[in-house]
């Protein structure tokens, strides 16, 4: 198996986009701490991932946006595990709105989950890996980082951001053995999605207009964006460092 004897954590793992990666982690030999905000979620998702029958997969609960916790948490990580390989950095937020009607805290809010939250792990997981001269650092960003995102404006900033510092993180570390990249998915069907068409025309007739944009002419499945995420997780990507690859239909 391509992930056997190796560990990862997994943040914003209790559905959607993360819970698709724990599972295919796992599904591929790692053991898996899965985080999440809501400690409920995480239960039930490592419970029913951990039913299918590979390696352990432990919820854990936190805040990715406070420094303490996320400190405090990857030390019971570490307790539980031994050691860390591998960071999936996944956990983020948005609901569409034009800039001209956003708040400064929401903003602020955008910014601290989708960027300052992602530093928070790596800052936290990275003297660990460098010690062990293996890592390797999977950050979940978006389309939206890298083309004009409509309707999304302080998230499409805070995604260029983490693509940005993804890039600039593996200059930094990838000469001790920590690769960092970025999968960068285009609307995917998500409890986060689904939501947001619910509760907003505006948002619905973006995503639509955005869907007649992408050349496959339709969403993406979360284990689509898994798929990718464990080529940047496993020895397969052993050469690939400061990366983004785009999911996303051919959307560009
Ligand atoms: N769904 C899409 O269309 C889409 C497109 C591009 C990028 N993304 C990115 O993919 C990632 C996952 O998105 P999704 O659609 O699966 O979202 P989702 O809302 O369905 O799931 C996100 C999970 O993260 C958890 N979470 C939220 N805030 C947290 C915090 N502060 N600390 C820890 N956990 C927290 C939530 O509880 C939830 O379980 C996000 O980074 C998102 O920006 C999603």
């Known amino acids: ?11 914003g793992g209790g559905r959607g986009i993360g819970e698709a990666v724990v599972e295919r982690l796992a599904g591929n030999g790692a053991r898996v701490a899965l985080l999440d905000k809501n400690g409920e979620r995480a ?14 997969v432990v919820p854990f609960e936190v805040d990715i946006t406070s420094y303490d916790q996320v400190k405090e948490v990857f030390g019971r990580v570490l307790d539980r595990f031994g050691r860390l390989d591998i960071l999936v950095n ?13 708040r400064p805290e929401f903003w602020t809010k955008i910014l601290d989950l989708n960027l300052k939250g992602h530093m928070n792990c790596c800052h936290v997981v990275l003297p660990g890996m460098i010690r062990a001269g293996y890592g390797k650092i999977v950050n979940i960003s978006s389309e ?21 510092f993804t890039r600039s993180l593996a200059q ?6 920590v690769c960092v990249n970025s999968v960068a998915p285009g609307p995917t069907e998500t409890p986060m ?25 339709r969403f993406a499945q979360p284990g ?3 798929d990718a995420v464990l080529f940047f997780a496993s020895p397969l990507s052993d050469y690939v460092t400061g990366q983004v690859l785009g999911v996303s239909g051919g959307l560009c």
């Open 90 to 102: 996944n956990a983020g937020w948005d609901i569409m709105e034009l800039f001209i009607d956003n």
């Open 224 to 226: 689509e964006i898994a």
């Open 193 to 217: 999605l689904k939501k947001g068409i619910q509760l907003s025309e505006f948002a619905a007739r973006v995503l639509e207009e955005r869907k007649a944009l992408i050349p496959m002419k």
């Open 144 to 164: 939206a980082g890298r083309t004009a995102a409509y309707g999304e404006t302080a998230y499409a900033a805070a995604k260029g951001g983490l693509i940005s």
């Open 1 to 11: 198996m391509l992930l056997e004897n190796k560990t990862a954590a997994v943040t």
């Open 172 to 177: 930094e570390v990838s000469r001790y053995g």
């Open 43 to 56: 239960r039930e998702a490592a419970s029913r991932i951990s039913g299918l029958g590979g390696p352990e």
